[in-house]
């Protein structure tokens, strides 16, 4: 069975969240959507700079 479905509940919470927790995944936390924040702000980065960047030095300053 696809996993598409259950990302897709999680992204847009078509109520299906109860789904997620009964299927072995774990609920997400602060520290996973810092994460992910962080993630999204290096790549908008290296989309201007054309280059890798590296999480911990963009959160360094």
Same mark, same amino acid.
């Given at each position: 069975?696809s996993r598409i479905p259950v990302l897709r509940a999680a992204v847009v919470?078509?109520?299906?969240? @109860?789904? #997620?927790?009964?299927?072995?995944? @774990?609920?997400?936390?602060?520290? +996973?959507? @810092? #994460? @992910? ?12 700079? /054309? /280059?890798?960047?590296?999480? +911990?030095? #963009?959160?360094?300053?």
């Amino acid at each position: 069975m696809s996993r598409i479905p259950v990302l897709r509940a999680a992204v847009v919470g078509t109520g299906h969240r @109860a789904q #997620l927790f009964t299927r072995g995944l @774990a609920e997400p936390t602060e520290r +996973d959507g @810092a #994460l @992910a924040l962080a993630v999204g702000l290096a790549a908008n980065r290296s989309f201007e700079t /054309g /280059g890798p960047v590296r999480t +911990d030095e #963009l959160l360094a300053g």
